[in-house]
């Protein structure tokens, strides 16, 4: 009996809620006409953010900022769909010349006759139901109807989309343009300079950095346009003579074989040292889970990218005519610059380059998916520690804080999307000075984990940053063969391995374009650390008021601390002096099932 009575008690509030809001519409019919269109809107707008942004992984994006997001793009289509509808009804009435009212007339009105008794033979007396009708509707008739424009909702009107026009045209943050202009200056028409044009800015400290471009591709014809144009502004930034590309693609079934062909034609024509190896016969595993033989195939194929830059040696060797077995990058090299098949932009790969003007040993970008940040099981902050999904990201106050202010985050681990790195791990030690401390008889490159020796499964973009951790401490390397125990740190120094929170990539351009143009827009950001964080204004921040900030947020923060694939609980993982800070226990290994 309880639930018959709950729906009759349902449908009587539904009866009464559906009684008043037409009663309202009734009384405020300009009113109910103009939010009807702009609920419309909204609803369109929340639906396409779920559909198409991170349905289900929702918990990284906080209901009223998605709320916020959806109205700044409806606003701006209702009010231009209310100003055109008002405009339509305005220009109707002025083109028809009072044809809606001789209607109206024709309609409402009894005709007007010298005859008496033939309108009163004619013309019934009105019901109480039309007379109602006709007191409330005809008057909204004459004046143009519930869409017709005043001064008030032209104003209206006019705001929104003006507001709208100047969001639009205040978008991007003045720092992630930094470098548009010596960009679009070096690619211009007849600006081509084979040293570059890094010397022209930020100081000119990176005048005559040579840099080892590495990528490789599967399946991507969707991205490679975008990301073959912004390799080449990034080459004629940086000068033909100053790069070198090698290029990996395998078992693809698409066209990306074919655009990197065409690449191969341009790089061919500016005479760019490269190296496109397309068709890549690697065995590759089936199913491609997350399991050491998917691990080993991807270290081999990142090490087949990174096979031109273990070849190189001096000059003085090349001028003998050896010239190694195939490409080679010749002669020294500064950086390396690592991508994965993600949308980027040149100007956000200089920004990476310039990380603290270079001061690093390893620097990656920021990659997102519908989960929020991504990569999240290789990523560790400078404790070792998980990271989070929603922004700002890291759990400990130093990381979360310099996401905050846009500054390099010093992490453990880390690669999302692109990376840049010093080359001297990777480079033959005849390239390095006898007393440089990483001058080794091994060079620097992708492996998979030792599982059956004890060691964390990880991927291979973990275990680089990893064991480059390991050789800076002067600490062998676990897949050098010796026993994985806690030894005693070399003589070395903690590599200074960071993210740079600018830079923006991601897999998909939908993501890409949510991440990069809207999370970073200034109305965003500003309701994103005032409202969602409880940030002042004020600045600089106490300790008091950081620790608050960070209680308050922290419990969303770990709801979207996930690693997908990961249902085991992380292992926390010993290391030696030197690889962690004091106060770290240890890092967290995410144990995938395989």
């Known amino acids: 009996m309880r639930i018959p009575l709950l729906l009759h008690l349902l449908l009587v509030r539904l009866r009464t809620f559906r009684f008043q809001y037409l009663t309202y519409t009734a009384r405020h019919p300009r009113l109910f006409a103009s939010l009807h269109p702009l609920l419309l809107f909204l609803l369109a707008f929340r639906i396409a953010q779920c559909v198409l942004l991170w349905w289900p992984r929702h918990v990284a994006h906080p209901e009223a900022r998605t709320w916020l997001i959806a109205l700044l793009g409806a606003a701006p289509l209702w009010a231009g769909w209310m100003l055109g509808r008002g405009l339509w009804t305005w220009a109707s009435k002025r083109v028809v010349g009072g044809l809606g009212q001789a209607r109206e007339r024709h309609l409402y009105e009894p005709l007007l006759d010298d005859d008496a008794e033939d309108r009163a033979e004619c013309c019934e007396p009105l019901s109480a139901s039309t007379a109602a009708f006709r007191e409330k509707v005809v008057p909204s008739l004459r004046q143009g109807g519930p869409y017709a424009l005043t001064v008030s909702t032209l104003l209206v009107y006019l705001s929104v989309i003006f507001f709208a026009c100047y969001l639009f045209q205040t978008a991007e943050v003045l720092t992630d343009t930094r470098f548009r202009a010596a960009v679009n200056h070096a690619n211009a028409e007849g600006n081509l300079r084979r040293e570059g044009y890094a010397d022209a800015v930020d100081g000119g400290w990176a005048g005559n950095q040579r840099v080892f471009i590495g990528a490789m591709f599967r399946d991507n014809e969707d991205i490679l346009p975008h990301w073959t144009r912004e390799m080449l502004r990034l080459v004629n930034f940086l000068g033909p003579d100053n790069v070198f590309l090698s290029i990996v693609e395998s078992h693809s079934s698409d066209n990306t074989p074919s655009f990197l062909h065409a690449f191969d034609a341009q ?33 081999k194929l990142r090490n087949i990218v990174l096979e031109p830059l ?21 002669g020294r090299w500064d950086k390396v610059l690592l991508s994965n098949d993600v949308l ?8 990476l ?14 990659d997102f998916q519908q989960w929020g940040l991504y990569d999240l099981w290789v990523i560790r902050d400078r404790l070792g520690k998980s990271v989070s999904g929603l ?30 790195l010093s080359a001297k791990p990777f480079l033959h030690q005849s390239l390095l000075p006898a007393n ?10 992708f492996r998979s984990s030792d599982v059956e020796r004890g060691e964390c499964f990880s991927s291979e973009s973990f275990n680089l940053p990893y064991d480059l951790r390991r050789r800076l401490l002067g600490l062998s390397s676990p897949s050098s063969g010796s026993p994985l125990s806690i030894e005693r740190a070399g003589d070395g120094q903690r590599a200074k391995i960071f993210v740079n929170p600018r830079v923006v990539s991601a897999y998909l351009p939908r993501f890409y374009a949510y991440n990069k143009h809207i999370l970073r827009h200034w109305l965003v950001r500003w309701w994103m650390l005032r409202l969602e964080l409880g940030l002042p204004s004020s600045s600089p921040l106490s300790e008091g008021v950081r620790e608050a900030v960070m209680q308050r947020w922290m419990p969303r923060m770990r709801d979207a601390l996930f690693i997908l694939g990961s249902p085991r609980p ?8 030197g690889m962690l800070p004091e106060e770290s226990e240890g890092w967290e290994c995410h144990q995938q099932p395989y």
Do not use: K
Request: aromatic share 10%; proline share 8%; hydrophobic share 40%.
């Open 267 to 299: 790089l061919t024509a500016l005479q760019v040292p490269h190296r496109i190896f397309a068709g890549v016969d690697t065995p590759r595993p089936n199913p491609m889970r997350n399991n050491p033989a998917r691990i080993e195939y991807l270290a």
């Open 310 to 330: 273990h070849r190189a040696r001096p000059a003085d060797t090349y001028a003998g005519g050896w010239d190694g077995d195939g490409a080679v990058a010749r």
């Open 344 to 351: 980027v932009e040149a100007e956000s790969l200089i920004e």
């Open 353 to 366: 380059l310039y990380t603290r003007e270079g001061a690093y040993d390893m620097v990656c970008g920021t």
């Open 391 to 420: 922004y700002p990201y890291f759990l400990e106050p130093r990381g979360f804080f310099d996401v905050i202010n846009d500054e390099p985050v010093e992490v453990f681990t880390c690669w999302n999307g692109v990376v840049a």
């Open 436 to 445: 440089d401390s990483l001058r080794s008889d091994t060079q620097l490159a």
């Open 570 to 577: 992380v292992r926390v993982v010993s290391e030696p002096v």
